[in-house]
């Protein structure tokens, strides 16, 4: 059973930054997509940011480009959401979670494990 844990979440003004780590149990993380979704309260669950097997190739929403930054070290079994430059409207909970393939989908039905998902609050 694979767990995933998020980590990093917390209230920052507008225009700064925060850190989300999240941190896979299991010996298959390095072959599979990892991605990063959030919810805010009354909206659906959204992509926000994914990772093929190697870090080589990545995608993002078009809210976030150029501010969020997605990486991983497969050497830890982790992946990570930079999140600088952030606004208001980027307040929701955060959620990591593995795909089912090696690539990277912006569909959450391609990812099949989940975390509990870490808060982030952005204050104006």
């Known amino acids: 059973q694979v767990q995933l844990v998020e980590s990093g979440g917390g209230l920052v003004q507008a225009g700064g930054s925060l850190r989300l780590s999240c941190a896979a149990s299991g010996r298959t993380f390095s072959s599979y997509a990892m991605g990063w979704f959030r919810q805010a309260p009354g909206k659906e669950r959204e992509f926000v940011a994914g990772i093929n097997y190697s870090g080589d190739s990545r995608r993002y929403a078009d809210s976030v480009k150029g501010r969020l930054t997605i990486s991983r070290d497969n050497a830890k079994n982790t992946v990570y959401l930079q999140m600088n430059s952030l606004k208001p409207e980027d307040t929701a909970v955060y959620y990591c979670?593995?795909?089912?393939?090696?690539?990277?989908?912006?569909?959450?039905?391609?990812?099949?494990?989940w975390g509990q998902g870490t808060q982030v609050t952005v204050s104006s």
């Open positions: 979670a593995k795909s089912r393939s090696s690539g990277w989908s912006i569909s959450p039905v391609e990812y099949y494990y």
